[in-house]
């Protein structure tokens, strides 16, 4: 039903999972723990699969808290259920207890960030548009402001589509080198003439360290090449399959 990092588990007051796709009430393409409140699986499904997730995060099920994800470098600040709707942002930091931060994802980067001895945990969803943009940096700096140090901060990257499944056309690779020349390092050649094969962990863990993080482990899972684990919108786009189910990625102060 989830996996969890060596590291984060040894932080003190600190629980999170990177919950899979097993052990929910979902079905069909959705099968089984769907936490995607922005999926067009029965609602009715998705609360109860995120009520387990709280429950083993030892949260109550309305305080495992997720934003609005738009693909942006926005985060916010945490302090209990929102009033009404969900902020638009991509990733979350709060020092409350009580509470779950939970992003969601299905091929981008799920990261979860711990300074145990501050108190201060976040969690952020990055794909190539978050990365690009800046969303581990300012995670970083929101953390800071919450009492956090870089250098103690732990972050994990959970289940991400791999290199070995994600190509790109020439536009994207152009955007990135026009950005920064030294880019070109995490692509790589695929079949198709003028494509390439883009390394979005790697790039996640460049902007870890730009970001000077403490520690910075890639679990290395692939959301693409594992089915029975993990949902993958790039695998139900090769199926021109209706919609996808979405992990959860959370982590509370314990």
């Known amino acids: 039903m989830f996996i969890t990092s060596p590291d984060l588990a040894g932080e003190t007051g600190i629980r999170h999972a990177f919950f899979t796709r097993e052990g929910g009430i979902s079905t069909g393409i959705y099968a089984s723990l769907n936490g995607g409140v922005g999926s067009q699986d029965d609602q009715a499904h998705v609360a109860e699969n995120r009520a387990r997730m709280a429950a083993h ?17 926005d985060v916010a600040v945490v302090t209990g259920p929102w009033p009404g709707e969900r902020p638009k942002a991509d990733a979350m930091v709060t020092i409350a207890h009580g509470v779950a931060l939970g992003v969601s994802s299905a091929d981008c980067g799920p990261i979860l960030f ?5 108190g201060v945990i976040g969690a952020a969803h990055s794909g190539w548009k978050g990365a690009f943009g800046g969303v581990v940096g300012a995670t970083v700096t929101a953390m800071e402001k919450l009492g956090a140090r870089r250098e103690r901060i732990v972050a994990v990257l959970g289940p991400t589509i791999s290199a070995a499944a994600y190509e790109v056309g020439p536009e994207f690779i ?3 080198k026009a950005e920064n020349a030294t880019y070109s390092r995490f692509f790589h050649a695929s079949e198709r003439p003028a494509h390439a094969m883009f390394d979005l962990p790697a790039f996640i863990a460049h902007r870890a360290q730009e970001a000077g993080i403490g520690r910075f482990i890639d679990l290395a899972l692939c959301t693409y090449g594992d ?5 993958s919108y790039r695998r139900t ?14 982590i509370a102060l314990g």
């Open 114 to 118: 711990a300074d145990s001895e501050a």
């Open 237 to 250: 786009t090769h199926r021109q399959e209706a919609d996808y189910g979405r992990l959860i990625s959370a």
């Open 174 to 176: 152009e955007r990135f």
């Open 227 to 231: 089915e029975s684990r993990f949902y």
């Open 57 to 73: 995060l030892g949260v109550d099920r309305d305080k495992l808290v997720s934003v609005y994800q738009v693909h942006s470098p």
